[in-house]
T-cell receptor
């Protein structure tokens, strides 16, 4: 089955800095990669996703890049703000059929004001 | 549109007991998945139900079981509770048959086994 590795497990940055979270996956057939944000005491929510037919996707201060050859994808957050502090999960899945996303173990991002 | 609702929000049980958790998906969503979340382990997939059938199953012992009703509501049961079962249990619903659809999570049920 699919295996998703996520690094780092904890990331501490100063407000205004950039943050990068990296994930690797094992199943070359995976073609859908969502990212979820979970604030303390709240449910995980989708913040951005990317499909394997594109290499990069941006949404304001967040962007995701995908390297299918190397089987890794990354989340980039620019100009971090204290409200970005949360646990971020990457996941890998397949379009079509009944595939369930496999999640990474999560990255706790702390943005210091 | 109401979100995914999980009940109860908190539970305290004793070792050896059993527990049933409930999940009501977003109206129209037919796929319901269950996850166990513990610190450092991320989201561990338990099982997924679609149209009252278990379609996918994770690597959890048989003490963990579930079912889905005709209205797509799902229940998860854990028998013979162990201390290690203490965790946040999340369910997620999604709208389409195929993979690649956004998963909408409930607030979770925090289970503590003492």
């Amino acid at each position: 089955g699919e295996n998703v590795e996520q690094h780092p497990s904890t990331l501490s940055v100063q407000e205004g800095d950039s943050a990068v979270i990296k994930c690797t996956y094992s199943d070359s057939a995976s073609n859908y990669f969502p990212w979820y944000k979970q604030e303390l005491g709240k449910r995980p929510q989708l913040i951005i996703d990317i499909r394997s037919n594109v290499g990069e996707k941006k949404d304001q201060r967040i962007a995701v890049t995908l390297n299918k050859t190397a089987k890794h994808f990354s989340l980039h957050i620019t100009e971090t703000q204290p409200e970005d502090s949360a646990v971020y999960f990457c996941a890998a899945s397949r379009m079509g059929g009944s595939y369930i996303p496999t999640f990474g173990r999560g990255t706790s991002l702390i943005v210091h004001p | 549109k109401a979100g995914v609702t999980q009940t109860p929000r908190y539970l305290i049980k004793t070792r050896g007991q059993q527990v049933t958790l409930s999940c009501s998906p977003i109206s129209g969503h037919r796929s319901v998945s269950w996850y166990q979340q513990t610190p450092g382990q991320g989201l561990q997939f338990l099982f997924e139900y679609f149209s009252e059938t278990q379609r996918n199953k994770g690597n959890f012992p048989g003490r963990f079981s579930g079912r889905q009703f005709s209205n797509s509501r799902s229940e998860m049961n854990v028998s013979t509770l162990e201390l290690g079962d203490s965790a946040l249990y999340l369910c997620a619903s999604s709208s389409v048959v195929q993979g690649g659809a956004e998963a909408f999570f409930g607030q979770g049920t925090r289970l503590t086994v003492v």
